[in-house]
């Protein structure tokens, strides 16, 4: 277990032009720098929202990760909705998801 | 000169990048437009500098080393950190008040251990309120933050304390200055449960807040703000400071929960300066 460094992944990652640069060109040379395990690791290589989400990734830091991934709003939500359903509960932190996973706004909801 | 203007505001990214997917749009619309009465009043105010006290979101500070308040001492500062696109506010240069700065915090020490920056990258909890505040980016800020994300977080006596600490730093020098405090009251952002509110609490925080109830603020407690209010809830501690650093009693310009695509319930109020108000 190295959420610590996890997160310090994605902290710089979000902030440094420069990491975004080594992200896009080299992400083993990148991924080689952080203590991490072949989970954590996979998950990085991967862009797995919502196995991120459940092992404890800061909320902030996850929103502002799967921002720099592209991914939509609602498609976002759902997929730490989608983690939660796969893998249990948040496993560590202050983000946990406190209801069924029902969505909070009248524009996200499924037609 | 001295403190000139206090006031809150939120700042939740979707404030700005989720604005097109609004369906409430008259009560967005209502909501931007105090937020611009806010931006005319901070400009009546002739202040030279605008502190912001922020709850930033892991664009400086981390666990490496976090300190629980911090001012920014540099002379310029960028932002956002987030994807242009996706906060919808370009990346720019904001100018900073790096002398002002130096001479608040040296007085602020006097009686808060606070930490100093000369390098801050601005996040959405700063951004999103310049962007309305002052949409040219000529205003020079004063970044300060207090952490509210990483735990242990400060306990609510001293970001009352630090709000105190600023006023006397802020009564301390020539320049007018104006302060604005920026967070969040309950909700759960960056979780699947986004959007969700507990207007009742917001109603029960905001009415202590005007009143500017010292004790009443302070009697909240971080186990009963997560249960009830969620991790968001701990950005109160960006009001406190201010409610200290006024010093008077508040007004509440807007307040909805109706808005919950952007995962808070808007908020913008001012204080009254006088402390025997
Ligand atoms: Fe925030």
Redesign the pocket.
Known sequence: MSLYYLQKFLYQLNREESAQKKYRADLEQLLEEYDLTDEESNALREGDIGLLYVLGVNG?ILMHYAAFLGIEWFDYLDLMREGIAKHGPVRAGVYAMTGGGESFTEEGKKQ | MSLVYAGVLS??PGITGRADLVKNTAKRDEFYAKLDIQRQEIEASGAEALIVI????FANFFMSNMPAYCIGIGSEYEGPIEDPEWLRIPKTKVPGAADLGTRLTREVMKTVDVAYAEEWKFD??IMVPLHFLTPKYDLPIIPVNIN??GPPLTPLHRAWAFGEALRRACDSVPEKIAVVG???IS?W?ATPDSGKINEPWDREFLDRLMRNDREALLGYDDMQTYRDAGQ?GF?IRTFIAIAAAAGGQGELQFYTAELPIFA?GCTVARFSLDKAA
């Open positions: 902030q | 700042h939740a922020a709850a930033e979101h959405h909890g509210c994300q920026t967070g969040g909700h952002p968001g950005e808070v």
